[in-house]
């Protein structure tokens, strides 16, 4: 079997028809494929709004687990998967018709251990209107893991679902998403760049990223922010892989500082109550024990600041948000 697309399912039930309907919509022999729809203990109709397409594919596997997350959601998948490549699309999402079948034969052929591909971020409106594009030319660059990470990878855009994974590849490395935290994405996604040999970055639309409605960062919150934290420990743990150059060392570490900045950023403009601030930078002071960022001089004032009085960095830094709305 050549795919196995995995389709996380949790609270969904406004969204996750499109979704199956859109994997139906790619042009594939059924025999080539299968369709992994892991429910994760949903509390809505999700999985009724999907029923009748369940029954009428016989290649769709339903499996059935209490609410343990997104991340156990598609280990479970991974597990249960037989197909040669694997995708993990959101099941708000949605595939771009027929646009599946180019990327995987590229992907057969070189048995590249990723192929990465574009994406378009459109809301709900945009998307009742959107017409796939009728003469795209697929455009592809074979190269290693390293190159792609270097030059293609960006933290702010680590998202699991635009790109198919040589299911051996994740296996032999051992590679799953971490259990219980949101932004999992990201330190999965780094790991598989950073030890994938072969890769395909392809110039073609795969996927539409829904805007507009409630995501992982929508009313940021302390649970939230640990989350947050957590991966970005397991991102930095990916410093003492042997498999480093100076480069990917480098941009690993500063990838690290972008997301911290961003945390930041969320807890000063989120958290009103000092306590809430307070709380949240001990817990990633005990997480973060051993980051060190000291690439130019800001990183290494962060860091000193960070390490030797984290509450006063914190509060500095809620009542610089604070001014610098005033001046908006």
Not at 13 to 23: G, H, P, Q, W
Not at 135 to 144: A, F, H, S, W
Not at 163 to 172: A, C, D, K, M, S
């Amino acid at each position: 079997m050549d795919l196995s697309i995995i389709v996380p399912v949790y609270n969904v039930e406004k969204y996750v028809r499109a979704c199956l309907e859109s994997i139906f919509r790619q042009g594939l022999d059924e025999d080539r494929f299968e369709v992994i729809i892991v429910n994760d203990g949903t509390r809505d109709r999700s999985m009724e709004m999907i029923a009748d397409i369940i029954g009428q594919h016989k290649n769709i596997t339903v499996i059935n687990q209490e609410n343990q997350g997104l991340s156990v959601a598609r280990n479970n998948g991974v597990k249960a998967a037989k197909g040669d490549y694997i995708i993990m699309p959101d099941s708000d999402d949605l595939l771009i018709a027929n646009s599946l079948p180019t990327l995987l034969k590229p992907a057969l052929e070189t048995k590249a251990d990723l192929v990465m591909a574009d994406f378009l971020m459109l809301g709900d409106e945009e998307i009742e209107r959107y017409q796939p594009p009728v003469n795209q030319t697929l455009k592809i660059r074979e190269m290693t893991g390293i190159d792609l990470f270097l030059e293609d990878y960006t933290p702010y855009e680590s998202y699991v679902w635009r790109t198919l994974y040589r299911r051996e590849f994740l296996l032999e490395n051992n590679i799953w998403n971490y259990p219980g935290i949101l932004f999992q994405d990201v330190p999965f996604t780094h790991e598989c760049y950073l030890k994938a040999k072969k890769c395909i970055r392809a110039s073609w639309l795969l996927n539409i990223y829904r805007t507009g409605h409630a995501s992982a960062t929508y009313n940021f919150d302390m649970k939230k922010a640990d989350d947050f934290c957590i991966a970005m420990r397991e991102t930095w743990k990916l410093c003492s892989w042997e498999g480093h150059t100076p480069a990917t060392l480098r941009k690993l570490k500063d990838d690290v500082f972008v997301s911290f900045s961003h945390l930041i950023i969320l807890i000063s403009y989120s958290f009103k109550r000092r306590v809430d601030r307070w709380d949240t930078i001990k817990f990633i002071k005990r997480n973060l024990s051993d980051v060190n960022f000291d690439n130019g001089f800001r990183q290494k004032a962060v860091t000193a600041l960070f390490t030797h009085i984290p509450i006063i960095f914190i509060e500095a830094n809620y009542y610089l948000r604070r001014l610098l709305r005033l001046f908006k």
